[in-house]
């Protein structure tokens, strides 16, 4: 009778346990539930994620006004300021015009500027008891240093990097980059024969004012056929590393001692 009397509430305390976690987790046997306990709560993955990668030029991932450094200089470059973009390029075209095909020298032009302005201010400072004004305002001009310490770190920064490439290249690590930067240095000797180095510099400048808002407007074009032409020099450079290169005897590197 007591072991009775003690198993009477043992049950009804399980079956009031039993009715709470009925409650709390009801008995569904739908599909939905059985797959969101298979999975332990995670979500199934959406199709964009599934989606194939889409090739991009130079392997790039980040939009291209990111790429050019973002900001007003990407700005200018993507005519996202017409008027700016126009002026800065009619400015350029302007110079390169003044120095190459008039032959002004720049020397020659910033003495005639100075000469001017500083003759222009020589006599409205000392005509003002002619017209009868106050003299104008000068300005004094003092250039910040922060700013040129900032432009010779960065320059540095990057020469120093120039250096280091160049370095492992000539040290024989990588074939591939130093038959690249050959190929590059041969082109640009025969460009810069053909024109002397503000004309290179002015083709540099209308090629970035030009060649990132066409790439901009047409990219889903130009994607699939820079992807085809990139298999093409790559199976092309297999041939040539499986006639050429692959023959080329290697000499074994000596391990330094310590």
């Known amino acids: 009778m007591a072991e009775e009397s003690e ?6 305390l ?3 346990m039993e009715k709470n976690s009925e409650k709390i987790h009801p008995r569904d ?9 298979d999975s332990d709560g995670e979500k199934p993955a959406s199709p964009s994620s599934v989606k194939a990668k889409i090739y991009r030029l ?4 980040k939009p291209l006004h990111q790429v050019l450094g973002g900001g007003k200089p990407a700005d200018v470059l993507l005519w996202r300021n017409k008027k700016i973009s126009a002026g800065v390029l009619g400015a350029v075209t302007a110079v390169w015009v003044l120095f ?15 000469i001017l302005a500083i003759s222009v201010m020589f006599l409205w400072s000392n005509s003002r008891t002619f017209i009868k ?5 000068i300005p004094e001009v003092h250039f910040p240093e922060e700013p040129f310490l900032q432009v010779a770190s960065a320059l540095t920064m990057e020469i120093n990097y120039a250096f280091s490439v160049l370095h492992d290249i000539a040290s024989g690590r990588d074939l591939k980059k130093f038959l690249l930067v050959i190929a590059g240095l041969w082109i640009l000797s025969i460009v810069g024969s053909s024109c002397n180095f503000l004309t290179l510099f002015y083709i540099a400048f209308v090629l970035l004012h030009t060649v990132p808002v066409i790439y901009e407007k047409y990219e889903d074009k130009v994607d699939p056929f820079a992807e085809k032409a990139a298999i093409e020099l ?14 080329i005897p ?4 000596k391990a330094k001692k310590v």
Request: glycine share 2%.
């Open 7 to 12: 198993s009477k509430p043992t049950s009804t």
């Open 14 to 16: 399980e079956s009031l």
């Open 29 to 37: 046997s739908s599909p939905s539930s059985s797959s969101d306990s």
């Open 58 to 61: 130079l392997g790039r991932e």
């Open 100 to 114: 190459e095909l008039v032959e002004y020298h720049l020397l020659t032009l910033v003495c005639h500027i100075l």
């Open 133 to 137: 004004k106050t003299r104008p305002y």
């Open 234 to 247: 790559k199976k092309q450079y297999a041939v040539f590393d499986a006639k050429v290169l692959s023959k």
């Open 250 to 253: 290697k000499i074994p590197l």
